[in-house]
């Protein structure tokens, strides 16, 4: 039964009060909408769940086990401990770990969570902690992306705490820090305004959607851009070297040629020509983030599709409408063709050497399991 249709069914439990009510439905709820997100915790008996809002704006498991797989040490603190879902999974790599929260409400429920973890509990904010703490091999952050009205905030320092301001004293107490970031904060903004600092940065992508933005201290400034379901296809790379790539133009061989698209985590990570030299591809314009190439690619991290030879719309067709530096939205350019959605063709509007370009072309899936097999 949901949670919609047990919420109806309050005259049954009449032996609760309106708080254990509530209580019992925030409880269904919590695992029914996060069972998938966190499945570790849905197989432990008596873990509670927090309100709605947190547990959709905590990491996934996958995203919190990403984090864990890159430190370890004696003593880690986490001083926006939330929901706790972080706390958990990188506490698992840590022999101390302080939980520190300025809401009672959810310390209560990690106070239970974390019973038989070594996991210390602190109700106060993440300056106040500070102000007494020790050393940690671990400082570990999630600032708070909304203003005291619950706007949301596009600058560092408009998080909550205040990263930029209190960096000095996280350096004091931490050999590491790492910052979660929004994957609408500006990446460079965001590097910028912590410049004292070598940042290694890790876009973190899962099905394709950038889910957050890691900022780890104490690395040489590398920057890995992955979705967590193809970790094979991680991209790693430098500012510098995408800095130093020479663009090569495409618009040559897009007829009968394949197209590519790099996964959300590359393009958020900013590798726009360093892709194209590392798969031999070229880009069809500097700001569209296409690729083309004679050949296929086949372990290209992203979609790939076969151009047709014949790009003369077909009116009245089904097809995937996709922009791209276009100057026509997908929806306006699939009026202007008289298009229906579906079917398995892709219309994709792009800039082309500075000129708006329309391709018809269908979707190329690999698969290397079945000896290099194209569908």
């Not at 904010?125 to 091999?137: I, R, V």
């Not at 004292?196 to 394709?208: G, S």
């Not at 509007?349 to 079945?370: D, H, Q």
Request: include cysteine; charge should be negative.
């Amino acid at each position: 039964m949901s949670v919609a249709d047990l919420a109806l069914q309050r005259n049954k439990y009449k032996h609760l009060t309106d708080d254990e009510w509530r209580w019992f439905l925030q409880q269904v709820e919590g695992r029914e909408r996060t069972a998938e997100k966190l499945p570790t915790f849905a197989t432990i008996d008596d873990w509670w769940y927090p309100v709605r809002l947190s547990c959709e704006q905590c990491s996934s498991e996958l995203a919190a086990r990403y984090k864990a797989s890159l430190v370890s040490g004696e003593k880690m603190v986490d001083l926006t401990g939330g929901y706790g879902v972080d706390t958990y999974f990188l506490s698992e790599q840590f022999a101390h770990t302080d939980y520190v929260e300025q809401n009672a409400e959810l310390c209560r429920i990690a106070e239970h969570n974390f019973a038989d973890k070594p996991i210390a509990i602190h109700n106060t904010s993440a300056e106040d902690f500070l102000a007494s703490a020790g050393q940690y091999d671990l400082i570990f952050l999630d600032p708070a992306r909304r203003d005291s009205h619950g706007g949301k905030v596009f600058r560092l320092e408009d998080c909550t705490p205040n990263v930029v301001e209190l960096l000095p004293t996280l350096l004091a107490h931490g050999k590491r820090i790492m910052i979660k970031l929004s994957p609408m904060l500006d990446l460079t903004q965001a590097v910028t305004s912590l410049s004292q600092v070598t940042w290694d940065i890790h876009a973190v992508a899962i099905k394709n959607e950038v889910k957050e933005v890691l900022l780890v201290s104490g690395g040489s400034g590398r920057i890995t851009a992955i979705d967590l379901e193809k970790k094979d296809q991680a991209f790693v790379f430098t500012r510098e070297e995408e800095q130093n790539c020479l663009l090569m133009n495409g618009d040559t061989l897009l007829n009968g040629g394949f197209l590519y698209e790099p996964n959300a985590a590359i393009l958020k990570a900013g590798a726009y020509k360093l892709i194209a030299e590392r798969f031999g591809l070229h880009k069809l314009d500097v700001n569209t983030h296409l690729y083309a190439a004679e050949t296929l690619v086949p372990d290209f991290p992203g979609r790939i599709w076969k151009i047709a030879e014949s790009q003369e719309p077909k009116a009245k067709r089904q097809a995937n409408v996709l922009t791209r530096n276009y100057p026509l939205t997908p929806e306006q350019l699939k009026k202007k063709l008289h298009l229906r959605d579906g079917g398995t063709a892709f219309v994709i509007g792009c800039r082309v050497a500075g000129k708006p370009t329309v391709l018809w072309a269908e979707r190329v899936f690999y698969n290397r399991k079945l000896t290099g097999t194209l569908y």
